[in-house]
């Protein structure tokens, strides 16, 4: 016990320090289990994790009911862990929308969308409404489904454009088990929702398409 005590200790004190520079991705995992199980060892428990789902990002994106079939893990442990893991996708929205901040920069973006509906087993449309400073006026979940087949979304981002007065959108959404690459039924929807936006004078910004590990920017590969 007093060994094991000693490790938790050690890893708490390089955190206070550093925060996760020179960790290890088990060592990251390790850490946050510490949380979940008060007494043991759980570094076999992360590495076993890490073996079983392939990268710290990947654990934290499996399902629970996945999650506490590996050795070590249980129903509880498992839904802590996910549990975590939401936290973050909550954080990030609530500081969208709760402080001013400008949408600058693609890779910050694509982290945030990653955490709010990376990790989602169907597909789902996510919309930031922003004014005409690139503040983030407001995120929404539009739809949960498959987001090429539903003609109700451009009706439906146009009405919640209008009720936050935005000037600009950005969508995304996620292609859960496939490529980060749109179909023809996406670039069709995405035409659609832009032209609709526009009747308004409304700009569509861009639309992402995100999956576990690449992205996709309509914006960048110049379809928008």
Do not use: W
């Amino acid at each position: 016990m007093k060994a094991e005590t000693g490790h938790r200790e050690r890893l708490r004190i390089r955190f206070e320090k550093n925060g996760f520079a020179g960790f290890h991705d088990y060592e990251v995992l390790e850490y946050l289990l510490t949380f979940i199980f008060r007494q043991g060892d759980v570094k076999p428990v992360a590495k076993e994790l890490i073996k079983t789902f392939g990268s710290f990002s990947r654990v934290l994106d499996a399902p629970a009911e996945k999650i506490e079939q590996v050795n070590g893990m249980g129903k509880i442990s498992a839904l802590n862990l996910v549990a975590l893991r939401q936290a973050m996708a909550y954080y990030f929205k609530d500081h969208l929308t709760t402080d001013t901040i400008q949408i600058t920069k693609l890779s910050a973006l694509v982290e945030m969308l990653r955490a709010s509906i990376g990790n989602r087993p169907n597909e789902v449309l996510f919309a930031i409404f922003l004014n005409a400073k690139n503040e983030v006026l407001a995120t929404n979940e539009l739809g949960e489904g498959t987001v090429s087949q539903s003609s109700a979304f451009p009706r439906r981002i146009v009405e919640e454009a209008l009720k936050y007065k935005a000037t600009s959108v950005i969508l995304a959404h996620n292609h859960p088990g496939g490529v980060a690459e749109p179909s023809d039924q996406d670039i069709s929807i995405t035409n659609e929702i832009k032209k609709a936006l526009g009747l308004i004078d409304i700009s569509l910004q861009d639309h992402i398409i995100i999956n576990e590990e690449e992205y996709y920017s309509f914006k960048r590969e110049n379809l928008i």
